[in-house]
């Protein structure tokens, strides 16, 4: 559809959107054009709407990497924090076990073992050992006349 002036003139309506929103004749002549903005103004809309999507798009992606970067960060601390509370943790561990295996603490073990088997023997009414000791002589006694026959 030609614009109003176009029409009234009888002359070719040519639309160069990248340029203007009127036509070729009515930029030339200065004045006001009317040729209708459909359907390209639609693709215009569309072009216009699909820019400021890219726009929103990039921006989201700019965002995207930030966070991403930040994720990365926090990750890389919190490898280095549960690290280190491996290491305080092992250290710990090792002191425990130094403090478990450490001398002061073998004296007790062996204390205590020391004193039960002395509780034990004490236990044992006197005369067991010398009854003991027969009894091994004894046996060795029985052993020896039987082979000799
Ligand atoms: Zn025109
Ligand atoms: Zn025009």
Known sequence: ????NCHQ??????????????CSECVRRKVSCDVSIDPDS????????SRQLEEEEEKL???????????????????????????YFDRGMADLAEEMSGPSNDVVVEG???????QELNAMS??????LAASVGQGS????PQSLS
């Not at 930030?66 to 491996?86: P, Y």
């Not at 205590?112 to 002395?118: D, F, G, L, T, V």
Request: aromatic letters at 2%.
């Open 61 to 87: 992606m700019r965002e995207i990497a930030t966070l991403q970067s930040r994720l990365i960060r926090t990750r890389e601390q919190k490898r280095h924090s549960l690290r280190r509370q491996k290491e």
């Open 42 to 49: 639609r693709l215009d809309k569309e072009m216009e709407k």
């Open 112 to 118: 205590s073992e020391e004193s039960n088997w002395i």
């Open 141 to 144: 006694g029985d052993a020896n």
């Open 9 to 22: 003139h009888n002359r070719s309506c040519i639309v160069d959107r990248s340029k203007s929103l009127s």
């Open 1 to 4: 559809m030609p614009c109003s």
């Open 126 to 131: 006197p005369g067991s050992l010398e009854r």
